[in-house]
């Protein structure tokens, strides 16, 4: 998702993607990097994971494993309560194909499915947290439907500057 924020004749202007691009399905390949060798990292995404879990739960799940401190992304919805599901980092193939042999086990009371996840997902997931941009009553509001989820900040100024006429 992306937002331009920009001073026009003294109003500022806001404009931001309506419709958050879609999350890509999950892929054979953990993350677009997953080939390039030891450096690379692997995403899995862990489903069903009780409202209740904590990200302590989730280590418990992946005991044996090892993990980062920062590996665990726990998701939220839209309200900021959690989703039920999970997006883990590794370091190392092993590790996650290690993981993935944790498909159905239980946490709790519930079965866990453990797939791969593609960096888009973790981008978004991240995203779907950030507070919404504070805007100032007497700010202008633009809001534009059906831009290409490629649009960049710079496409927009360009597509604000041009003349009607052309």
Request: charged share 20%; aromatic share 6%; with cysteine.
């Amino acid at each position: 998702m992306f937002t331009l924020s920009d001073v026009i004749d003294g109003c500022t202007v806001y404009v931001s993607a309506v419709d958050p691009p879609p999350i890509a399905a999950p892929s054979t390949v953990a993350s677009p990097s997953a080939a390039a060798g030891p450096s690379s990292t692997y995403l899995l995404r862990l489903r069903g994971i009780p409202w209740n879990g904590t990200h302590a739960d989730v280590v418990e799940f992946l005991r044996g494993i090892p993990l980062d401190d920062d590996a665990i992304f726990m998701c939220v919805a839209p309200d900021g309560t959690p989703n039920g599901s999970a997006i883990v980092r590794f370091s190392h193939k092993a590790d996650m194909d290690a993981a993935m042999k944790r498909h159905k086990e239980k946490m709790h009371h519930r079965y866990i499915e453990v797939f791969p996840a593609a960096e888009s997902e973790l981008i978004a997931a991240k995203a779907a947290t950030l507070p919404p941009p504070v805007i100032s009553p007497s700010a202008l509001v633009l809001r534009l439907r059906g831009l290409p989820f490629t649009a960049s900040d710079q496409d927009l100024r360009d597509f604000l500057e041009m003349d009607p006429g052309t």
